[in-house]
């Protein structure tokens, strides 16, 4: 062949690849997997990671992104947060304003919960299966009665199957029909709980737990068992298939630090006082609880790898948290703070995943962001509406030119809406743990 002729061949090549179309976005080639870890802090984590005891948590990080991910201010409540962290919108747009509706001010048992049906726009996981995304959702705060989605939903009332199951009332804890009965040798009972099991939380093991009353021990089974309940059932059906885009929030972390952040922290306690008995009980207490907290990290961070165990090679992790966490505050500088007075503005961001820089640290982020992240991640167009950004720095030049993002003026409302709360059987049980951790009267 003339040199001419492969000249005029090169030419023409170059042409017609000028001319075509170039390739759609895609996204992300494997599933996206979001780990919700209500409460988890960074200065809890970050001693533990030194010391080399969350090694799953820490290969996350060395693979991919991190750093803080402001939350709402003013401080809000955790089923607040997590759905503006589902949907990317404000709480006015996205309608749940927080555990439970007081309907009399002035009393303690006129609350109602916030119900699945009160959320007035659609979360990732919708829009993502109205594209076609296969989706599981794992324990997500008032994903109570779930709703139907392009895969399956298991509420947040997991660990509380067997209420449901007594009651009779007909809704279930998840969707579609028939899951319930798959799941149920998953949940674990709070009351089944071994005193192995609950020994490792304390420094004596077994012996320690004496120290426990009824209060402290009921929250410690309460928070154990619905974490072991949510992650044991997440891997059941994890391990069946790894849907396109896959939650699983759990508020274990969050419920121990409310409950035990005095006996870890010496400053949030008051001094031993002989004529107040409760100070020393607290210091006795505090001997055998004070690495509660660190070691329920350490549990987590177990619970996580087994999770990741699970999920193919190309799968993106994203793992967060509502809030962090102060506590009640320094002793005797004010009344201690309860709530979410306990909350730290800064909760945790980890993005881990063949398209995403490594080692990079994450700036500037908040939970407006992470919806938006994770549509432009998966090749969906991002809403105007939602006030967030997409994080295209924590991606590669190289997956960032091959998937610009796209946008749409927004994705409506929900087709559920409905302002009325829906009663489920374990309405009292969960005002109960509500009141024990300081969140209402």
Known sequence: MKLR???????????????????????????VVVIGIDGAEWSIIEPLLDAGDLPNIAGLIERGAAGRLGSLDPRRKSPVIWTTIATGLDPDDHGVGGFVI????????????????????????????????????????VTWP?????????????????????????RGISWPDGLDDAIAPYVTDELALTPSQLGRFARGGVDGLSVLTEHYESGLRRALAGDASTYAVARFLLSDDVPDVACVYTRGVDEVCHRFWIHAYEDTRPPIDPAKPGTAMLADQAAELSGLIDEYYRYTDEEVGKLLELLPPNATVVVCSDHGFRGPGTWGEHAPWYG???????????????????????????????????????????????PGKV???????????????????????????????????????VLERLRSLGYIE
């Not at 989605?149 to 199951?165: A, I, K, T, W």
């Not at 991606?395 to 409302?413: L, Q």
């Open 340 to 386: 979410e007075d306990q909350h730290a503005l800064n909760g945790i961001l980890i993005v881990s995943g063949p398209g995403v820089k490594r080692g990079f640290t994450i700036e500037d982020a908040s939970v407006f962001d992470v919806a938006p992240t994770i549509l432009a991640m998966t090749a969906a167009p991002v809403a105007d509406d939602m």
């Open 391 to 429: 994080l295209s720095e924590i991606f590669t030049e190289e997956f960032v030119t091959a998937n610009p993002v796209a946008t749409i003026e927004s994705y409506g409302r929900t087709e559920r809406t409905d302002e009325a709360p829906i009663e489920s059987p374990v309405d009292d049980e």
């Open 5 to 31: 002729t492969i000249i005029a061949l090169g030419l023409l090549a170059a042409i017609l690849g000028a001319c075509a179309e170039p390739s759609p976005p895609t996204g992300v080639d494997g599933p």
């Open 102 to 141: 007081n309907g009399n001010p002035h009393g303690r048992d006129s609350y109602s919960h916030y119900s699945s049906n009160m959320w007035k726009a659609p979360a990732f996981w919708d829009i993502l299966g109205d594209r076609g995304k296969t989706v599981g959702v794992i324990g997500w705060l």
């Open 146 to 170: 779930p709703w139907p989605v392009n895969g399956y939903m298991v509420s947040q009332h997991v660990q509380y199957h067997d209420r449901f199951l007594q009651s009779g009332q007909g």
